[in-house]
C-alpha cells in the first residue's frame, strides 16, 4: 500500500503544500506574501491573515498537481516550530481539522530538522554522518547528523542569524525587502574591494551583529565624504559584505570538518540559495575531499516538500502527534 504524506508548511510569510507518496515529490506549491516589501521585513499579522487566504488553494492546488485524491492520503505532516505563532496557527489548526475529517494520523515536523531532511527529497541524498550548514534569515546552525532524527547542534549564532545580516545590510543600502538576493545579485558584478571584520567567536558559533556594525559605520563614514558613495560602488559594497558573510560561515564548516572528521557536507535554509556560499563550499569541497550537498533553489527556502519529506521518516517510525498539537514559536532542534 503507498504511503502518500500532505506536508503544510506556514512558519513565516510563505504558504505551502506538497504531496509525497512513497519518498517522490509529487507536487509542491507555495504562495508568497508580497505586501512585506513595503514594510521592509515580515509584519506577523499581515502574515497570518494571508495564511487564512492562501491555505485552501495552495492545498488543493498541491492535492490536483500530484494527481491523487483527498481520500488517498495516509497522513498529514505540519510545521509546529519554530517561527512566527500567528502564521504557525493557520497550518497547525488546518492540518489537525483536515487529519481529523479524514481520519488519518497527524505529524508534527521541527522546521529546522526540515531544512536539514530536504537534502532526501531528491538524488543525490547524503550519507549519514553528513555535516548540515543551515543558513537563513533566523537561524545560523551547524549540525552534525547521523540519522534522520539523531542530529548534534554543534553550532549557532549567539545574536543576528546571516539571513538577517543580509537584509539589514540591504536597508542601510537602500535595497527592497527581501534585500538577500538583490546584495547576490549585485555582487557578481563587483568585486570584494572593501574589508569587513571577522567577529573572533569561539569553538563553532557565530556572531553577525558586529558586522553589522561595522558596515553602518563605514558607510556612515564614507557618505560624510561622498553622499553619492553607495549609487557609486553599490556592486563592490555588496560584493565586499557577501564575502565577508560567506567567509565567516565556512571557516567555522572547516574547523567543523577538522573536528570531526566528517567528509560528507551540505548546506541548507534560504541563505543556501546564495550564489557565493554555493560557490565557496563547491570550492572547498573540491580542495579538502569533501562530498557536497546543494539543494536546488525549490528547496533551500521554506517550502512543503521539505515538511513532507520529514513527515514521512517519522511516518514509517510511527511518531504520530495528537489533536492537542499546539505551535511553538521556539523549538529545540533535538528534543
Not at 515536523?109 to 532526501?120: E, G, K, P, R, S
Not at 525587502?177 to 555582487?187: E, K, Q, S, T, W
Request: negative net charge; contains cysteine.
Amino acid at each position: 500500500m503507498n504511503t502518500i504524506i500532505l506536508g503544510i508548511e506556514s512558519s513565516c510569510d510563505d504558504t505551502s503544500a506538497a504531496i509525497l507518496k512513497d519518498g517522490e515529490i509529487l507536487s509542491n506549491c507555495t504562495a508568497n506574501q508580497e505586501a512585506h516589501r513595503l514594510y521592509g521585513g515580515v509584519v506577523p499579522e499581515v502574515a497570518s491573515r494571508a495564511h487564512q487566504i492562501n491555505i485552501v488553494p495552495v492545498v488543493d492546488m498541491a492535492i490536483k498537481q500530484a494527481g491523487i485524491q483527498k481520500s488517498d492520503l495516509s497522513a498529514i505532516a505540519f510545521t509546529r516550530g519554530p517561527g512566527l505563532i500567528g502564521s504557525l496557527i493557520v497550518g497547525v489548526s488546518f492540518a489537525k481539522s483536515m487529519a481529523l475529517s479524514l481520519g488519518i494520523p497527524l505529524v508534527e515536523v521541527n522546521h529546522m530538522q526540515a531544512h536539514i531532511l530536504a537534502h532526501f527529497a531528491e538524488n543525490p541524498k547524503p550519507k549519514f554522518p553528513f555535516l548540515c550548514l543551515t543558513v537563513s534569515g533566523g537561524h545560523t546552525q551547524i549540525v552534525l547528523v547521523r540519522d534522520y532524527f539523531d542530529m548534534q547542534l554543534l553550532g549557532e549564532t549567539i545574536d543576528d542569524a546571516a539571513g538577517e545580516a543580509f537584509d539589514k545590510t540591504g536597508k542601510l543600502l537602500g535595497l527592497d525587502y527581501p534585500a538577500g538576493p538583490l546584495i547576490d545579485r549585485y555582487a557578481q558584478q563587483g568585486r570584494p574591494v572593501f574589508d569587513f571584520p571577522e567577529p573572533r567567536i569561539p569553538d563553532l558559533n557565530f556572531s553577525f551583529s558586529g558586522l553589522k556594525t561595522s558596515i553602518l559605520y563605514f558607510l556612515k563614514k564614507q557618505l560624510a565624504a561622498d553622499p553619492n558613495f553607495i549609487q557609486e560602488h553599490l556592486a563592490d559594497i555588496c560584493a565586499s559584505v557577501q564575502d565577508r558573510i560567506v567567509s565567516i560561515l565556512m571557516n567555522k564548516l572547516k574547523k567543523a570538518a577538522e573536528q570531526t572528521g566528517v567528509t560528507e557536507v551540505a548546506i541548507a535554509g534560504g541563505v543556501s540559495a546564495n550564489s557565493g556560499l554555493r560557490q565557496a563550499l563547491r570550492q572547498t569541497g573540491e580542495q579538502l575531499g569533501w562530498t557536497t550537498y546543494i539543494p536546488r533553489f525549490e528547496y533551500c527556502t521554506d517550502n512543503a516538500a521539505m515538511i513532507a519529506v520529514t513527515g514521512y521518516h517519522k511516518y514509517l517510525q510511527g511518531e504520530f502527534a495528537e489533536q492537542d498539537a499546539h505551535p511553538v514559536a521556539r523549538y529545540a532542534l533535538m528534543r
